[in-house]
């Protein structure tokens, strides 16, 4: 099975901050990948698809590079309403695979 | 507008069964996989289920391997999730998803087990 693991589990910072969040795979997954955000009381919703493909909607500060096994989510300019659980999800095979999650919370 | 309406949580006591349900309207149902993802109290995402555009290939989670059944009625554009011997550790927030890639989430609907 593949496992995923984030980092940083958490991170404090600042309106304007550049962020980038890691999703690391355990085996090669070429560019099948996933990224959501998810707000404290709310369903998820996704960001990102194929790895660097935003989701319709999705403002263009969020971006998402890398294949196989090391990908990020990066946010240009992070804005208030960004704050939030950021989950990393493997599309390539079964059974499917969550990171554990990034909190990203207001210095 | 892609719509995902759960139901069916409830408060269930160990060992029972519940069969939660997602209604879905504002696209074509029968052309897209379905799947059920949950999250605990404070706790991260975890895939449970996956059923192909026909029905005809389900996928679980081996946490739920032979207790809990995808099913979905293309019919009445509706996916359903059966859950038999329940346990504390299933108690959750039980999520129908749109998509291969996850597309689209419903908001849920609160599983309980407890006695």
Known sequence: DIQLTQSPSSLSASVGDRVTITCRASQGIRNDLGWYQQKPGKAPKRLIYRASTLHGGVPSRFSGSGSGTEFTLTISSLQPEDFATYYCLQHNSYPRAFGQGTKVEIK | ?115
Not at chain 2, 70 to 98: G, V
Request: net charge negative; charged share 15%; glycine share 12%.
């Open chain 2, 1 to 115: 507008e892609v719509q995902l309406l759960e139901s069916g949580g409830a408060l269930v006591q160990p060992g029972g069964s519940l069969r939660v349900s997602c209604a879905a309207s504002g696209f074509t149902f029968s052309s897209y996989a379905m799947s059920w993802v949950r999250q605990g109290p404070g706790r991260g995402l975890e895939w449970v289920s996956t059923v192909s555009d026909d029905g005809g290939t389900t996928y679980y989670a081996d946490s739920v391997k032979g207790r809990f059944t995808i099913s979905r009625d293309n019919s009445k554009n509706t996916l359903y999730l059966q859950m038999n011997s329940l346990r504390a550790e299933d108690t959750a927030i039980y999520y129908c998803i749109e998509g291969y890639y996850f597309d689209y989430w419903g908001q849920g609907t609160l599983v309980t087990v407890s006695s």
